[in-house]
């Protein structure tokens, strides 16, 4: 049983940044992985990136990758997306993920948070 909590969302104007942030509470096993999606209005949801909580593996979708960095503090079973540069299309709503695996958890998460709204206005 495991919980995500995310925090972090907002309005910013295009070419600012901001950090998104998600905590897992509850019974986290020793080994596992985290990731982001997002989705806009009207879109399918989209992989960003996805990060092994114990090594600090990455995986970005090849889109993200220059603007967007996702990290982790294992510590405090909490993973970062920092985004800069952000664009009108980057607006959508961004969910974090948990699973066992880099690959599971871009592929079939077993977790999921309840997801923060990022607008970013022209």
């Known amino acids: 049983q495991v919980q995500l909590v995310e925090s972090g969302g907002g309005l910013v104007q295009a070419g600012g940044s901001l950090r998104l942030s998600c905590a897992a509470s509850?019974?986290?096993?020793?080994?596992?992985?985290m990731g982001w999606f997002r989705q806009a209005p009207g879109k399918e949801r989209e992989f960003v990136a996805s990060?092994?909580?114990?090594?600090?593996?990455?995986y970005y979708r090849n889109s993200m990758k220059g603007r967007f960095t996702i990290s982790r503090d294992d510590a405090k079973n909490t993973v970062y997306l920092q985004m800069n540069s952000l664009k009108p299309e980057d607006t959508a709503v961004y969910y974090c993920a948990a699973a066992q695996t880099l690959v599971a958890v871009t592929t079939s998460p077993d977790y999921w948070g309840q997801g923060t709204q990022v607008t970013v206005s022209s």
């Open positions: 990060i092994t909580m114990s090594g600090g593996s990455t």
């Open positions: 509850g019974r986290t096993s020793r080994s596992y992985a």
